[in-house]
């Protein structure tokens, strides 16, 4: 069973920017799609950012489109989500997850495997 481990989350101002990475412990990051999803206080979880296989297919919620950036480095058994100019409504945890299916997807039900999440908060 793959286990995923969030890192990099933290307390940062409006405009600044945070650096998540997801490795899995125990074990390699396998040839699935990635992708990340947060969970405010008071929201259901939703879909952040979604990356193929081999790195040249993504997705991203139009809320962050132009501010966050997913990549994966396979060598490195790593995915990383860059965020840029973070607003406080970006303030949740945000969670990695493994695609149980061959091609990226937005639908949390499509993922098999979950880290814990790091916290990330925006400050305003």
């Known amino acids: 069973q793959v286990q995923l481990v969030e890192s990099g989350g933290g307390l940062v101002q409006a405009g600044g920017s945070l650096r998540l990475s997801c490795t899995p412990s125990g074990g390699t990051l396998s040839s699935r799609p990635m992708a990340w999803f947060r969970q405010g206080p008071t929201t259901v979880r939703e879909f952040v950012a979604a990356i193929g296989s081999g790195g040249s297919t993504t997705y991203y919620a139009r809320s962050v489109e132009g501010r966050f950036t997913i990549s994966r480095d396979n060598a490195k058994n790593s995915v990383y989500l860059q965020m840029n100019s973070l607003k406080p409504e970006d303030t949740a945890v945000y969670f990695c997850?493994?695609?149980?299916?061959?091609?990226?997807?937005?639908?949390?039900?499509?993922?098999?495997?979950w880290g814990q999440g790091t916290q990330v908060t925006v400050s305003s």
């Open positions: 997850a493994q695609n149980r299916a061959a091609v990226p997807t937005t639908a949390p039900q499509d993922y098999d495997y």
